[in-house]
């Protein structure tokens, strides 16, 4: 007995195994997670921001002027609600995501990059906004090209 097509396609691009589950759970069958690691609670516990209450947006929009938007709406929301916001990138453009953070959100913004989660070259890092424009003006930009990173902010 198979389900519509349509559950069938209302998965989520950064999660696929969400239609495998959703299927299972339509069909009785039980579903048990596992203990491991998950890079957004990972990133979320060593940041340092609220994890009382945050929102997980997976990739923002490729477009420049609607990343920004978008990053300026998750702010706002982050302010209003005193919600961590996490978020992804494809690693290749991470650079790309942290300099728009810089030029999109206020210079007190609290900012951590989580890269290569539960490797041997993790790197965990909070600032403000102010201090990675600083940073990255320095040359001395994080070390995540090409490498799985996990973006937060909390605005304050």
Same mark, same amino acid.
Request: with cysteine; charged share 20%.
């Given at each position: 007995d198979?389900?519509?097509?349509?559950?069938?396609?209302?998965?989520?691009? *950064?999660?696929?195994?969400?239609?495998?589950? #959703? @299927?299972?759970?339509?069909?009785?069958? %039980?579903v #048990?997670? @596992?203990?491991?690691p998950?890079s957004? &609670?990972?990133?979320?516990?060593?940041?340092?921001l609220n994890g009382?209450?945050? *929102?997980?947006?997976?990739? +923002?929009?490729?477009d *420049?002027?609607?990343? =920004?938007? %978008? @990053? #300026?709406? @998750?702010?706002?929301?982050s #302010?209003?609600?005193?919600?961590? =916001?996490?978020?992804?990138?494809?690693?290749?453009r991470?650079?790309? &995501? +942290?300099d728009?953070i810089?030029?999109?959100?206020?210079?007190?913004? +609290?900012?951590?990059? *989580?890269t290569d &989660?539960?490797?041997?070259?993790?790197?965990? =890092?909070?600032?403000?906004?102010?201090?990675?424009?600083?940073?990255?003006?320095?040359g001395?930009?994080?070390?995540f090209h090409?490498?799985?990173?996990?973006?937060?902010?909390?605005?304050?």
């Open positions: 198979e389900p519509p097509q349509s559950t069938l396609n209302m998965g989520y691009p *950064a999660d696929p195994g969400a239609n495998l589950v #959703r @299927l299972a759970h339509q069909h009785g069958i %039980r #048990r997670p @596992l203990v491991g998950s957004l &609670l990972l990133a979320l516990m060593a940041s340092g009382q209450s945050f *929102a997980f947006h997976g990739y +923002l929009p490729q *420049a002027q609607e990343r =920004q938007k %978008r @990053l #300026r709406e @998750l702010e706002q929301r #302010r209003q609600e005193h919600q961590t =916001q996490l978020f992804i990138e494809t690693p290749y991470n650079g790309v &995501l +942290l728009a810089c030029q999109s959100c206020q210079g007190n913004t +609290l900012v951590c990059v *989580a &989660l539960s490797l041997s070259g993790e790197s965990i =890092q909070t600032r403000s906004t102010a201090q990675w424009k600083k940073q990255i003006q320095d001395k930009a994080p070390d090409k490498k799985p990173t996990v973006f937060l902010i909390l605005a304050t």
